[in-house]
């Protein structure tokens, strides 16, 4: 590594104004640290205590219940959104200072990791302001998330008077929470009897929810790639565009069979995730054992699965 390389890590602000604030965000303690204006965009940084993301207890009660077992599909589902849950994350849009408005375009955020040199160097700095309380010096290096929200482009540094009282407002953008709903259910392919509805209890909510299923219908996702390409004007990056996407497909649908995708309405802005019982029921890819390879191919598994998400403008 070279110096100037060192230097692109650290936080080097030409102007800096201190905030040092705590608020509580969706029930998590933030401390607001300050408002940085520096030559390729201007910053706000804060830092939070993240519990943590790997649940050590969750993997202690799968290792002693199973043993060496290959864990399903479904066990590492269930896995998954319980670590989801516990992760929290929230985007400020929009901050209000001194009667001054700041919008945010963007913003990056990363836990301090003891090989990590840029994250150590940005809480030296903060550290060097005095900006880091001292209550938190039992908190776990790998649990303390630094984030950083960028100011719009188009938009002028704020001037702050540190002389005056910081009234801060924060606008945080709405979120979203993955529950599980475990519901089964079967319908047949293709159009589905006019509102056809599929009744579940709500763990959430506490209450009884519903969706509709319009229609499953076959899709050819090599006819997809094909479509997709025809924009790419230059015929080589076209080719090769193409060639790549194809390969990555076969390894995961046979060009004998299709993508089924399913329509379905629901209310509340709620987005449903559908799984296949087989696919949930299989085991994953056990990379020691060949029996659990198609063709011999470790990258072809019957566990395997890719998803395409679509948007309808109807409502």
């Known amino acids: 590594m070279r110096l100037r390389h060192l230097k692109e890590w650290m936080l080097l602000p030409e102007k800096e104004y201190i905030i040092n ?25 804060l830092i939070y205590e993240q519990e943590d993301t790997f649940n050590d207890e969750l993997e202690i009660d799968i290792e002693s219940e199973h043993g060496d ?22 985007f400020i849009n929009e901050m209000e200072i001194q009667d001054q408005r700041i ?23 903060f550290f060097k302001k005095g900006l880091i309380p001292d209550a938190w010096d ?11 929200f960028g100011q719009s482009e188009d938009e002028d540094a704020p001037i702050i008077d540190n002389t005056r009282e910081l009234d801060i407002k924060l606008n945080i953008n709405p979120d979203s929470k993955e529950v ?6 079967k319908v047949k392919f293709g159009e589905q009897d006019k509102n056809t509805k599929i009744t579940y209890f709500d763990e959430e909510l506490k209450r009884e929810n519903f969706f509709f299923i319009n229609e499953i219908y076959s899709f050819d996702v090599y006819e997809y790639i094909e479509k ?9 990056i076209r080719e090769d565009t193409y060639n790549n996407l194809v390969e990555t497909m076969e390894r995961v649908y046979p060009r004998n069979k299709n993508l089924a995708v399913i329509k379905y309405e629901t209310r ?17 890819i056990d990379y020691n054992n060949r029996d659990s390879f198609i063709d011999g191919d470790p990258t072809i598994s019957p566990a395997t699965s890719v998803g395409f998400i679509w948007g309808f403008k109807e409502k």
Not at 230 to 236: N, Q, S
Not at 268 to 284: A, E, G, S, V, W
């Open 21 to 45: 604030q705590g608020v509580s965000i969706r029930g998590t303690d933030v401390q607001i640290l300050s408002f940085t204006i520096e030559e390729d965009k201007n910053r706000l940084w």
């Open 69 to 90: 077992r290959i864990r399903t599909n479904r066990e590492e589902e269930l896995e998954k959104i319980g670590r989801n849950n516990i992760y929290k994350s929230f």
């Open 103 to 125: 919008t945010f375009s963007s913003s990056s955020g990363s836990t301090i990791d003891e090989m990590n040199i840029e994250s150590i160097l940005k809480l030296q700095h």
């Open 138 to 148: 039992d908190i776990r290096l790998k649990n303390l998330v630094i984030v950083e």
């Open 180 to 185: 599980l709903i475990q519901h089964s259910f």
């Open 228 to 236: 997709q390409v025809e924009g790419i004007e230059d015929l080589e």
């Open 268 to 284: 509340d802005d709620i987005q449903l995730n559908f799984y296949m019982k087989d696919y949930l029921d299989r085991q994953q």
